[in-house]
C-alpha cells in the first residue's frame, strides 16, 4: 500500500491501493457531517492527482457512517458510489464494514456494491474477499467456510493468496 503523501512511491508499476474511508465523527467532527463523505471526496483528487495510477482499489469497508434508518443508509451507500465513481481507476473493488452491513445482513451494501465475499485474481495474485460484518456476532458463518474451502481447494498450494477482512480474524 502507498502513502498518498509519498509521490516518491507512487512511481513504481503495479501499483495498489488500498482504502478504509474516514468518517468525519472519528475525526472529531460528528457534528458537522456524519457520512464521512467530505473526507472522501478529498481522497478521490489526491487519487486522481497521483503521477501513477493504482492498478485496482480495495475499500475496506465502513464507506458511510452508521444509520438505523434503511432509506437513509441506501442514500448514503448511493452518495459514496457517486463520489468514487470519480476515480480514474476503474478497478474498484469493495466490502462491507459494521456501519455498511451489521444492521441488514448487508443487504443495502449488496444491492449498491455486489457480493459480500468474493475472490479476483490480478497478476499471479489470489484475493479473497471475506465478509465478517453482516453476521451480528462477527463469525464468518458455515456457508462462507465451505465457499472458502472449495476456493482454496482449487489454488496451487505454492499460490499467492491475500485474504481482506474488515475485523480481525483474531482476537487482538
Not at 43 to 50: G, T
Request: aromatic share 10%.
Amino acid at each position: 500500500m502507498h502513502s498518498l503523501k509519498d509521490p516518491e512511491r507512487t512511481r513504481h508499476a503495479n501499483t495498489k491501493l488500498c482504502y478504509r474511508p474516514v468518517n468525519l465523527d472519528e475525526l472529531g467532527h460528528g457534528s458537522v457531517r456524519k457520512t464521512g463523505l467530505f473526507a472522501d471526496s478529498q481522497a478521490v483528487v489526491a487519487v486522481n492527482n497521483l503521477s501513477t495510477q493504482p492498478d485496482f482499489i480495495v475499500f475496506t469497508g465502513d464507506l458511510t457512517h452508521t444509520t438505523d434508518d434503511p432509506k437513509e443508509r441506501r442514500r448514503r451507500l448511493g452518495e459514496f458510489k457517486e463520489i468514487v465513481s470519480q476515480l480514474k481507476v476503474k478497478n474498484m473493488r469493495f466490502m462491507p464494514g459494521e456501519h455498511d452491513g451489521s444492521l441488514d445482513q448487508s443487504k443495502a451494501f449488496e444491492e449498491f456494491f455486489g457480493p459480500t465475499h468474493y475472490t479476483f485474481d490480478y497478476k499471479g495474485v489470489h484475493f479473497i474477499v471475506l465478509d465478517n460484518v453482516s453476521d451480528p456476532r462477527a463469525r464468518l458463518g458455515d456457508a462462507q467456510l465451505q465457499w472458502l474451502n472449495e476456493d482454496l481447494t482449487k489454488q496451487n498450494p505454492n499460490a499467492r493468496v491475500v485474504v481482506f477482512t474488515h475485523r480481525p480474524l483474531f482476537d487482538l
